[in-house]
Structure formats: structure tokens, C-alpha cells
């Protein structure tokens, strides 16, 4: 199974931008991770395999919304209110065997290629 990410781009300051992740095949647990230039990667959010359970870092809380189709084999990261501190590499991360919303990378076995995210002040 393989992800492939979309939908970055550039955007000014308190914008929106809506991230698409789509599997060759089906998984279970999908996450976000963003890395800005010069940091670690970092927990943005995830949901579970059904959809209804939902988990997010507090920086994004309230702005950020993950959703997924799975007739689609699809999640998405819709970002509203944007940041320029929210600048940074998105990657999305399914898991093959991991049913539940994880924070932590080594619940996820795949990872997409990343797609870039720049928010202007």
C-alpha cells in the first residue's frame, strides 16, 4: 500500500487550505506529521480506523480537522486560520495494523512523500 499526499501550496496569513491523502489500499489509523525547515517532525493530528475518533496536538486544535472516505480510501486535513508558523513539510501516515488515533510514529508503517505547506504573514 502506498499514500500519496496533495494539496499544498502557498497562502497567506489566516487562510485555508484543505490536504488530501489517498492509499493504493486500506488502512486502518491515519495521522498528519508536519517538519518545518531546521526541526523535528511533529504530531499534527490523526483519526481512527471508522472515522469517529478523532486526536490533535494543541498548536492545531480548534483550526485543523481530519476526516476520512474510506469508500475513498482517503483522509483529509482541512487548515483554516492559518499561521506562518504552520509553514512546514505535511506528511500524512497510515497504519497497516493499527486500528486507533495515534500520536506516535511508530504506530505508522507507511508514509507519504510529503507535500509543502507555506502560509505568507
Known amino acids: 500500500v502506498q499514500l500519496q499526499a496533495s494539496g499544498g501550496g502557498l497562502v497567506q496569513a489566516g487562510g485555508s487550505l484543505r490536504l488530501s491523502c489517498t492509499a493504493s489500499?486500506?488502512?486502518?489509523?491515519m495521522g498528519w506529521f508536519r517538519q518545518a525547515p531546521g526541526k523535528e517532525r511533529e504530531f499534527i493530528a490523526a483519526?481512527?480506523?471508522?472515522?469517529?475518533?478523532?486526536y490533535y496536538a494543541d498548536s492545531v486544535k480548534g483550526r485543523f480537522t481530519i476526516s476520512r472516505d474510506n469508500a475513498k480510501n482517503t483522509v483529509y486535513l482541512q487548515m483554516n486560520s492559518l499561521k506562518p508558523e504552520d509553514t512546514a513539510v505535511y506528511y500524512c501516515?497510515?497504519?497497516?495494523?493499527?486500528?486507533?488515533?495515534?500520536?506516535?510514529?511508530?504506530?505508522?508503517?507507511?508514509w507519504g512523500q510529503g507535500t509543502l505547506v507555506t502560509v505568507s504573514s
Open positions: 489500499g486500506r488502512t486502518y489509523a
Open positions: 483519526i481512527n480506523w471508522a472515522g469517529g475518533s478523532t
Open positions: 501516515a497510515g497504519s497497516l495494523t493499527y486500528a486507533s488515533s495515534s500520536a506516535s510514529e511508530t504506530d505508522y508503517n507507511l
